[in-house]
């Protein structure tokens, strides 16, 4: 910076121009130029120099070094002594040379810095966000950590900005996603702003902290809460991108108070019944007991982790202000879209054709957006549906951005029973929308035929249009297929604008490998979007699940993004909302209490559990990484540590790299790579050699690929721009090779986790044990929507799917019961992963529990002795506590009586089917390794109509165990009736209790007898027989233990003889 002219003459002065707002500089009281920082001298004029020390951070934007206090400017808080003499314009410093030059010589130095920006003694230049790194090259801190390089035209605003600092003056520069850029519009607009908010009122001077200063240093979530300071909320683009918004005190206090009171009430209820057996009846008492403990236990475990429940806010306008400005290039992160199928067959193509249009057609910048189709199928059905869905999304596309319409997959658009033309002013709007709707319906009836075409394999296998085979014919035996139907080159809609790449993936198959199903194909997505894109952010749906909410990407942007919380954040989790649903919802389809109630518990604690579709996910979680540490905080409390605590994070390094650690950027996301360095740091070697091993450690952990290896390494996403195409393809089919993953840690400690057919609960598990936090974020328009099972076989063998991944999980070495505990895991976080995990195990507690009441009503026996006036207050609370419970939950959480009802019901009804085979088949493939599945064998469908569906009746095993028990219960109620007109009024008191407690049960089922029943009242004969089978053998076992007659009792022959 010495090299700028010493003898600038004054009119040159006049000329600078202040680099935030380009208004000129002017001078100070003594006719000098004014110079807002002594030690950078950034050329800032007096306007922004006051708008920053009184409504901004208080310190230059180049150098971070705080104002100092000049003649004339208002004091504000945090002033030193020194600078209270407004007679002082500059004070002392620890550096001297720096101070000197800005008292000798300020004019000349701003004049250097104007003209010779990237010139000085250093040879600093601009920074360059296209540069080229090697891919072999692994940039490194002071501290010796490995970060992520600066490849593929990330947002300016996210790096370090070269400056031309004077030598001697050590300056950090910030990596803060809130630093605005030099000269950024935004800049100009708040000056202007604040000028024109001092021209109409001068009041006292305000005190603001940015989020950035460390007000929320002891929350990362606290930044997105309501309490913001004034002046801060008038600055658009620093406002948090979110908010967390708490429920009312005025529900949720009376809902803690209720579960508190109910913990006491079932306390002294089980302590009544441990104290009080029934004596003639010891083997039901027993029984009951323990089931009521396992229910307690159950209870806990399910209900404290909805103790905090929260709801969130986007601000997509503070989103687009900060990184999508109109007329500018966008800065908004890139995107990976993965969609999975495996069965055109059993996945209709026309389904994931909609969904794959509705994500062409998002809104969000074309360029940043890439949809990765996986085959795992290798299906040539699959492949010539996504073809004819290429050509089709050239002209619909276009059609949706044009006219805004929602949602943008065509077939649930056009099937809306709406006013379509309600906010629409275009007059081209009613015949571009026939042309469109005819144009899809042609799509429609291509590929439909290309269905019909596929139901009959040919002999020597699928043929291409070119005439070689199809590679796919063998599904088990195949090589790695990738073509790119969209990308940057031709992939233009009919109205010329680019559309977003859209890639087909097969994975290569061999006999002899484990490709861990969807897992598997999904990891094959990591690797093939890192090396061909490499988006810093994922979102997974399955292939019916289709975008409803066009600005779905941006609203998990405004979490991903945000540069307070971002940082910390591993995924954005969605509900998953559902059509085709009958009205009712029957067998509980929509989930409506997990989805509104649980997971906003969660997501006031450590965030809702992943599941499995619907979610925008860090490219870095995926990778295994840790989060960034969070700043010191105070030491915790009990309840900190329950809600909001976490325990400390071991580290393997000495003290000595901890307190140099502590010097480092916190703003700046260090990722925790000492496990794969194996101590190459500080051991003697050269970089060159510390690099080649650091590689070596890379390739081991993530396969041998370079590209791939280089492509973890950067933060925000992008590829080489001197990577040919041919070469990125190239390298895309060696990651999705079959044996890729072997010798590494792909699917123990990388991407989604082996081990269990329910992969999304244990990867989301393993991200929220390395400290990260999720997000559940529930806009009012829902995000995605999908189709669900409303048969009821098909309903119970998808939750008996679900409730065999949680029994994998539960005897594998992930068990929430045990792993994890020196990771940053929550309590009630770990309170709701071990009650995924063992919530099928209650289908055992259950079933005997409602077997009983037959037993009761048969045997004439009760699990209750004669109750006191004491111990029926402890009854009477107990009920009453739960059905608080239930009408506080409904109310601060909105969902109706009939969803929340729905869901008792089929609770009981999975638990005593589905829940109870997935137990015992569990323990068969984990003990024993044999692997049992329980799948539909035969079909009866009702006639057709609206939810024909519904009515369909498919038999499974799944269906016996509660049909026996709705019919045993029945009998057992006729058998107590009638037992208790025989024996006179004196018999029906105890009666009513057994009766009260069978009810219940056939309550909980009726939804399921309707299913039973079907439309017309019929009933397959398999299920009549086997369940008269086993009625009939239980009461026929009654009646030989205790027939139902009438005792008659007579003398004693033996003592008094035959005259007595």
């Given amino acids: 910076m010495e ?5 600038a003459k004054p009119s040159k002065q006049s000329e600078q121009v202040c680099q935030i707002c380009s208004d000129k500089i002017g001078t100070n009281s003594d006719g000098e130029l004014f110079v807002a920082c002594d030690v950078c001298a950034f050329p800032v004029c007096r306007p922004c120099y006051e708008y920053e020390r009184k409504d901004g951070n208080h310190c230059c934007p180049q150098c971070k070094t705080r104002y100092k206090r000049h003649k004339g400017s208002p004091a504000v808080h945090g002033d030193k002594v020194e600078d209270s003499d407004v007679d002082d314009v500059v004070s002392d410093t620890n550096e001297p040379s720096a101070s000197q030059m800005a008292k000798e010589k300020p004019p000349e130095r701003m004049l250097g810095w104007h003209m010779n920006h990237g010139q000085s003694s250093g040879e600093l230049g601009p920074p360059s966000y296209d540069k080229e790194v090697p891919i072999g090259h692994i940039p490194r801190l002071n501290s010796g950590r490995t970060i992520s390089g600066d490849l593929s035209a990330p947002s300016p605003e996210r790096f370090s900005m070269p400056s031309p600092v004077a030598s001697g003056a050590n300056i950090r520069m910030s990596r803060e996603f809130a630093s605005p850029g030099f000269g950024n519009v935004a800049w100009k607009e708040r000056i202007d702003g604040w000028k024109m908010k001092q021209e109409k009122s001068t ?7 940015a989020p950035s200063e460390g007000r929320f240093v002891g929350d990362i979530d606290a930044s997105t809460d309501v309490a913001m300071d004034d002046s801060l909320l008038n600055d658009e683009t620093r406002q948090p991108l979110s908010r967390k918004v708490s429920i009312p005190s005025s529900r949720i206090n009376p809902y803690r108070m209720v579960i508190v009171l109910r913990l006491v009430v079932l306390g002294f209820f089980l302590h009544y019944r441990l104290t009080n057996p029934v004596t003639n009846a010891y083997p039901l008492w027993l029984i009951s007991v323990i089931c009521e403990i396992w229910f307690a236990i159950s209870w806990i475990l399910d209900q404290f982790p909805k103790w905090l429940p929260v709801n969130r806010e986007t601000y997509l306008d503070r989103l687009a202000l900060r990184y999508d400005r109109e007329g500018e290039p966008s800065q908004l992160a890139a995107v990976d879209i993965f969609v999975s199928t495996v069965d055109p067959l059993k996945e209709p193509p026309l389904v994931t054709a909609n ?22 199928g290798a299906a040539m059905l699959t492949f010539e549906a996504l073809s004819e869905t290429a050509e089709f999304a050239r002209k619909w596309v276009p059609f949706c951005k044009k006219y805004s319409i929602e949602p943008r997959a065509p077939e649930w658009y056009f099937a809306q029973k709406i006013d379509y033309l309600k906010d629409k002013v275009q007059p081209s709007f009613v015949k571009d929308r026939r042309a469109m709707k005819r144009e899809y319906e042609e799509f429609k009836i291509r590929i439909n035929g290309l269905v019909a075409k596929a139901q009959k394999v040919p002999e020597e296998g699928w043929v291409m249009q070119d005439g070689t085979p199809w590679p796919g014919n063998n599904t088990r035996d195949h090589p790695g ?19 977003p790449r859209l890639v087909y993936v097969s994975r290569e198959k061999r006999p002899g490998f484990q490709h861990h199903k969807k897992a598997g194909a999904m990891n094959a997505l990591v690797r093939v979007s890192a090396v061909l894109t490499n988006g810093p952010f994922l979102l997974n749906l399955d292939c019916d699940h289709y975008i409803n909410n066009s600005k779905a990407l941006r609203e998990a942007m405004c979490f991903m993004m945000d540069p307070n919380l971002g940082k910390y954040v591993c995924y954005v989790q969605f509900p998953q909302r559902f059509d085709g649903i009958d009205r009712n919802d029957r067998y509980a389809n929509r989930n409506t209490v997990f989805f509104d109630i649980n997971l906003r518990g969660l997501d006031g604690i450590q965030g809702p559990v992943y599941v499995g579709t619907g979610c925008v996910f860090n490219r870095t979680a995926l990778y295994g990484y840790e989060p960034p540490l969070k700043p010191k905080q105070k030491k915790k409390g009990l309840f900190s540590s329950c809600f909001g605590g976490s325990g400390k994070k071991k580290s393997s390094k000495k003290d000595s790299k901890k307190k140099s650690s502590k010097h480092v950027d916190p703003t700046v996301p260090i990722f925790n790579l000492e496990d794969i360095e194996e101590g190459v740091e500080g051991a003697g070697f050269d970089e060159e050699k510390t690099l080649l091993m650091s590689q070596m450690s890379l390739e081991k952990r993530f396969g041998q690929s370079e590209v791939f290896v280089a492509s973890t390494l950067m933060e925000n996403g992008g590829v080489p721009p001197s990577a040919t195409p041919d070469n990125l393809l190239k390298e895309a089919i060696h990651v999705i090779s079959c044996g890729y993953e072997d010798k590494t840690e792909w699917g123990t400690e990388i991407g989604w986790i082996y081990g269990s057919v329910t992969e999304d609960i244990l990867t989301g598990f393993k991200m929220h044990a390395r400290g990260w936090r999720s997000i559940y974020c529930m806009p009012k328009r829902p995000a995605f929507k999908g189709s669900a099972p409303i048969n009821l076989s098909d309903r119970l063998n998808q939750v008996l799917r679900w409730a065999l991944g949680s029994v994998e999980i539960l005897f594998s070495r992930h068990c929430p019961i045990w792993y994890g505990y020196g990771g940053r895991l929550k309590w009630l976080e770990r309170f709701a992963y071990v009650n995924t995990t063992i919530y099928p195990i209650t289908s055992i507690p259950l079933l005997a529990y409602c077997t009983l009441p037959a037993v009761c009503l048969l045997t004439g026996k009760f699990i209750i002795p004669q109750i006191s006036n004491l111990a029926s207050i402890w009854f009477i609370s107990l009920f009453i506590s739960i059905f608080a419970t239930g009408i506080l939950e409904m109310r601060w959480s909105g969902v109706g009586i009939d969803e929340w009802w729905r869901n008792e019901q089929f609770w009981v009804i999975g638990g005593v089917s589905a829940h109870l085979f997935a137990v015992f088949q569990g323990l068969l493939k984990v003990l024993a390794g044999i692997d049992t599945n329980f799948t539909v064998t035969s079909k009866a469908s009702d006639e057709d109509g609206d939810f024909a569906e519904l009515y369909m009746f498919k038999w499974t095993t799944l269906l016996i165990p509660p049909t026996t028990l709705l019919i045993i219960n029945l009998v057992g109620v006729v058998a107590g009736v009638s037992y208790a007109i025989n024996s ?9 209790g057994k ?14 007898l309707k299913g039973l029943m079907g439309r017309q009242n019929r009933t397959p004969t398999i299920v009549v027989v086997w369940s008269i089978l086993l009625a009939s053998i239980f009461s026929l076992l009654w009646v030989r233990v205790d027939p139902f007659t009438t005792r008659v009792t007579g003398p004693d022959i033996e003592q008094c003889g035959i005259n007595c």
């Fill in 203 to 209: 009041g006292p001077p305000s005190v603001s902290h």
């Fill in 355 to 376: 969904t794959v249009l509705s994500i062409l057609a998002v809104d969000y910048p074309v360029d940043k957006v890439s949809c990765y189709v996986s085959d795992d």
């Fill in 481 to 499: 297929m990738i073509q790119v139907f969209l990308g940057q080159n031709g992939g233009l809609d009919t109205d010329g604008n680019e559309l």
């Fill in 984 to 992: 006179g009024y004196q018999s029906w008191g105890p009666l009513f």
């Fill in 995 to 1008: 009766l009260f407690f069978a009810f219940w049960v056939i309550i909980h089922l009726y939804p399921f």
């Fill in 3 to 7: 090299n700028a002219s010493t003898g």
